[in-house]
């Protein structure tokens, strides 16, 4: 089984429209992460969490919002989808150890028309 | 500002040639310097890790180096399969406010054929 889940895989929805993304893990690991990945560009971090009761905004926060349920549930959330969203959504986790690898989900594909 | 650049954006190579892929970076305060390999449709898997004090490391047949003083990286592919065919993305850490900020490079899309 996959340490790092996301759900949906893919998802087409209309301008808008609230679209929730799922990320679950099993690694039980403390932090977890929601990056965006658009073509030609590097990962850019949306939210991030340290732990249950910690959320922070990354360098693209506009338009979304994020809700840690558990420690193994992050969840992100588009308040009225907008075209320039269409892109391929990534969660991932890690330790609070110095170095720390992040592990990544298999990532959810978006599309908002 | 800090910033991450790869070189080439892309590479064709055939099967069991050799490789190298570049990471220029202007980071500041530097802490590492990671490469990952994304496959198609799938997440990026961490390759391997270079601390200040590291200039060379190999982990197979992908061997990183590591310039702090010039503030490059390179990646290099040896005897490549088609499996290595995926895009390599370097990621350098920068320490600021005691937390680890992250700045991602765009990737080289690296194809290998048979």
């Known amino acids: 089984d996959a340490d790092v889940t996301q759900t949906p895989r893919n998802r087409i929805t209309k301008t808008g429209k609230r679209i929730m993304l799922e990320c679950s893990q099993t690694k039980g690991h403390d932090r977890m992460y929601w990056y965006r990945q658009d073509p030609g560009l590097g990962l850019q971090l949306i939210y991030y969490?340290?732990?249950?009761?910690?959320?922070n905004k990354g360098e693209i926060s506009d338009g979304y919002s994020v809700s840690r349920q558990a420690q193994a549930k992050f969840s992100l959330s588009l308040e009225s989808a907008i075209p320039n969203q269409t892109a391929l959504y990534f969660c991932?986790?890690?330790?609070?150890?110095?170095?720390?690898?992040?592990?990544f989900g298999p990532g959810t594909r978006l599309t908002v028309l | 500002k800090n910033q991450v650049e790869q070189s080439p954006q892309s590479l064709i190579i055939l099967e069991g040639k050799n490789c190298t892929l570049q990471?220029?970076?202007?980071?500041?305060?530097?802490?590492?310097l990671r490469w990952y390999k994304q496959d198609t449709g799938r997440g990026p898997v961490s390759l391997t890790i270079m601390t200040f004090s590291e200039n060379t490391k190999s982990n197979g047949r992908y061997t990183a180096t590591l310039d702090a003083d010039t503030k490059q990286s390179s990646l290099h592919i040896t005897a490549s399969q088609l499996s290595d065919s995926a895009s390599y993305i370097c990621?350098?850490?920068?320490?600021?406010?005691?937390?680890?900020?992250?700045?991602w490079g765009a990737g080289t899309k690296l194809i290998i054929k048979p």
């Open positions: 969490s340290f732990d249950v009761k910690d959320i």
């Open positions: 990621v350098v850490s920068a320490i600021l406010d005691s937390n680890y900020q992250l700045i």
């Open positions: 991932a986790t890690s330790t609070r150890e110095r170095y720390n690898e992040q592990f």
């Open positions: 990471c220029n970076y202007t980071v500041s305060p530097f802490s590492n």
